[in-house]
């Protein structure tokens, strides 16, 4: 297929599916856009053109729109970001990075942003951390660096410059995954904890059941319950109703742990928590506004997938009158629209990367046990 012609029916079915395409740039602007990169289209390279696929589906700022065509690689770097600044771990230490590949940090974060699909900038600046600082191809592709290049180099504060190259197969081999729920118990079973990484369930181990065997575990009903939602960034949304019920019907105190990449189903747990239980929100502001496109479904033209969006949800009491679609449905957990914030800031600690503490969670557990009073043995 030609690529004006893959160009014209990606957008042509995406617009024809998703539920409302243009609620952020006009139909006229985008059509202005893409005419633009077909232009010069036959002429781009490869990476180039894929780049510019990217680009125009950011155009969109629907965070759960997701193109497939460029397959990324990852060096062998732990990126840390605090805020709208990121670091490199180098041993125990752990510094500023100031220029990548000689290029200016600002230069490289405000490029990338456009090729982010984002509908708040905590979800762009988190992407830019897991998905661009550390890919060779990625900074290729934003002019950073070289395609075929082997590793990133970072200059940081200090003169400090750091190399970091591809894992190597046993690291790659000998990489586990953590599960995507535990649990643990606190003040002497008081303070109920569980992490809660993505909203799926585990292969022959449903979250159901293991809310079940948490619950039998404990030698009395805890007094409250730390959701810990850091990193998760979605699912299905009705995984987590087990424990939902669980802590309502036990009128459990609840409280949970968020994060920039807390997203889509991840943010959905937050403000059916809020509403359903009154839930006292902890850390930074989420990766997602209360009002979203979700529900993706996946499309492909010539081989290349990508999603579009079926359903509006509305996240908030501050129910938008003038929306030009229906929500599917609205969860009033929160009384404001834009970007998801915490009720009690928590930032995160960047000595936390090498003194092997987790300091948003000692703060929250520190803040739960004085509202409940909790008095040890």
């Known amino acids: 297929m030609l690529r004006k012609e893959f160009v014209n029916e990606v ?59 460029l397959s990324l690689n990852f060096v ?28 200016d940090i600002e230069e490289v974060i405000e490029k990338a942003k456009a090729y982010i699909p984002y509908e708040v900038e905590t979800w762009a600046y988190r992407q830019i951390g897991v998905r661009f600082l550390n890919s060779p191809r990625a900074l290729a592709m934003l002019d950073f660096g070289e395609e075929n290049a082997d590793k990133v180099v970072y200059s940081c504060e200090g003169g400090k410059l750091i190399e970091r190259g591809f894992p190597t197969e046993d690291e790659v081999k000998n990489f586990k995954r953590k599960p995507l729920y535990e649990s643990d118990k606190y ?14 369930n585990m292969e022959n181990y449903p979250f159901k059941q293991f809310v079940e065997e948490v619950a039998q575990s404990c030698e009395s009903l805890p007094k409250a319950c730390l959701v810990d939602v850091r990193n998760n960034t979605g699912g299905s949304d009705v995984v987590i109703r087990p424990l939902c019920d669980y802590l309502k019907e036990n009128n459990i105190k609840t409280y949970m742990l968020m994060n920039e990449a807390t997203f889509s189903s991840g943010t959905f747990a937050l403000a059916s928590f809020k509403e359903q239980l009154n839930a006292t929100l902890l850390g930074t ?7 979203a496109y ?12 990508f999603t579009t969006c079926e359903r509006y949800f509305e996240l908030t009491s501050a129910h938008d009158e003038n929306a030009p679609v229906k929500p599917h449905c609205i969860i009033k957990g929160f009384d404001y629209a834009g970007v998801i914030k915490p009720d009690i800031e928590i930032k995160f600690d960047l000595q936390d990367f090498y003194n092997k503490v987790d300091t948003q969670l000692n703060e929250s557990l520190k803040i739960i046990e004085n509202d409940i009073g909790c008095m040890k043995s």
Not at 85 to 90: G, I, L, M, R, S
Request: aromatic share 14%; proline share 1%; with cysteine.
């Open 285 to 291: 502001d989420a990766g997602q506004p209360t009002r």
């Open 294 to 305: 979700g529900n993706i479904k996946w499309l492909e033209v010539d081989g290349k997938k």
């Open 11 to 69: 957008f042509r079915k995406l617009e024809e599916s998703h539920i409302y395409l243009y609620h952020d740039i006009s139909k006229e602007e985008f059509e202005r856009q893409k005419n633009e990169f077909l232009e010069g289209v036959e002429a781009l390279d490869e990476l180039h053109f894929q780049a510019g696929m990217l680009k125009l589906f950011a155009l969109f700022k629907d965070a759960h729109l997701f193109y497939e065509g």
């Open 76 to 103: 062998n770097a732990q990126i840390a970001q605090r805020e709208r600044e990121f670091y490199v771990v180098d041993g125990e230490k752990i510094f500023k990075i100031e220029k990548v590949n000689g290029h």
């Open 187 to 200: 003040c002497d079973g008081q303070v109920l904890y569980i992490r809660y990484r993505a909203c799926r």
